[in-house]
């Protein structure tokens, strides 16, 4: 035999359930490791039924009653409370669900170019600021803005004709 077929049976044999077959012995006698571990696993046993459980209190079975009775006295909770967790749960997927989906189809997931950035023959060209492309594309991209700060001005040149007659 082995000594993995014997540590398989070894709590058996120390607690006498098992038969000590001439295999057994015949390895036992052979291998002193696993002679040593059944002999270990014998004194074991033998504490074990030594033991003795301690006996619980004289007032633990009126305790135990009395505490039961509390638990049913209180009040139980909603009916959907066992529920409430897993839902708060789901409700905050789906709502993160949607608010994805809101952005993806929005466009806010796509590649938009930055402001200095153009686009030439499907190539993006960096724009730098101060140079003719860069300036062309910062009025075409602020056309609006600018065409309000003319208004500005002739505000202000009219106002400066009012105040000196």
């Known amino acids: 035999m082995k000594c993995e077929e014997i540590r ?27 002679a040593g571990k059944l002999e270990e696993f014998r004194k074991t046993m033998a504490l074990l039924d030594e033991w003795q459980a301690p006996e619980p209190s004289p007032y633990f079975d009126v305790r135990l009653q009395a505490r039961l009775r509390e638990e049913m006295a209180k009040p139980q909770s909603a009916w959907m409370a066992w529920l409430r967790r897993p839902v708060l749960a789901a409700a905050l997927s789906v709502l993160m669900a949607i608010g994805v989906g809101l952005f993806v189809r929005e466009g806010g997931g796509g590649y938009q170019p ?33 065409s309000d700060f003319e208004l500005l001005d002739d505000l202000q040149v009219q106002h400066d004709v009012g105040a000196n007659p």
């Open 8 to 34: 398989a049976v070894m709590p058996d044999l120390a607690s006498g359930l098992g038969e000590v077959t001439p295999a057994i012995s015949g390895h036992l006698a052979g291998c002193a490791a696993c």
């Open 114 to 146: 930055a402001n200095n950035m153009i686009a030439n023959n499907d190539a993006i060209v960096q724009a730098e600021p101060g140079t003719a492309v860069g300036d062309l594309s910062a009025l075409e991209k602020n056309n609006d803005l600018y």
